[in-house]
């Protein structure tokens, strides 16, 4: 029986590392987001046995852009993750990418894109899953429509591979 349960346990750890494997190879850091190309930005799947359900938004590259931005320090929300508002996930996304208290501020290279909405699943209610970036047909603080275009960070998105 013991035999029997550390084989579930080794099969599960393998497969989520095999699932990392997959995520990381489809991230779009090798080799830069292209416009026309298919990208989604996924919230969820937390947990190991029990997941939480995943989340997600995809769309078309429309247009890519290279900026030099000063990382300051993050803003401080003195909030559970759970709790936080959508104003305030706007907050943060807004000040990406930051550096922790105590570190001196520097210029960091950032990659934009915009992309066109295609489809997109998001909860709504907290029931469903936590107000993240998603929720209730909502990017952050934009309202979902598809064809409309949204511009945020690259390394936030990861290719289309198969279904979100």
């Not at 550390?6 to 494997?21: C, K, Q």
């Not at 931005?69 to 943060?92: G, N, Q, V």
């Not at 934009?112 to 209610?125: G, I």
């Not at 047909?137 to 990861?158: N, P, S, V």
């Amino acid at each position: 029986m013991k035999r029997f349960f550390l084989l579930i346990v080794a099969s599960l750890l393998s497969a989520s590392l095999f699932a990392e494997v997959e995520v990381a190879s489809s991230s779009l850091a090798v080799a830069g987001p292209q416009p026309g190309d298919c990208v989604v930005f996924r919230e969820g799947g937390a947990g190991l046995l029990l997941r939480t359900p995943i989340y997600w938004l995809r769309g078309s590259v429309v247009g890519v852009m290279r900026e030099r931005r000063l990382a300051a320090a993050c803003p401080r929300i003195a909030k559970s993750a759970t709790a936080l508002s959508p104003a305030d996930h706007a907050r943060l996304a807004a000040a990406m990418p930051c550096v922790d208290e105590g570190v001196e501020p520097r210029e960091v290279d950032v990659l934009r894109v915009r992309l066109a909405v295609v489809d997109w699943e998001t909860p709504w209610s907290p029931q469903q899953g936590t107000t993240g970036w998603l929720f209730r047909g909502r990017f952050l603080d934009q309202t979902l429509e598809k064809g409309k275009e949204i511009d945020m960070d690259a390394r936030w998105l990861q290719r289309c591979v198969g279904s979100p």
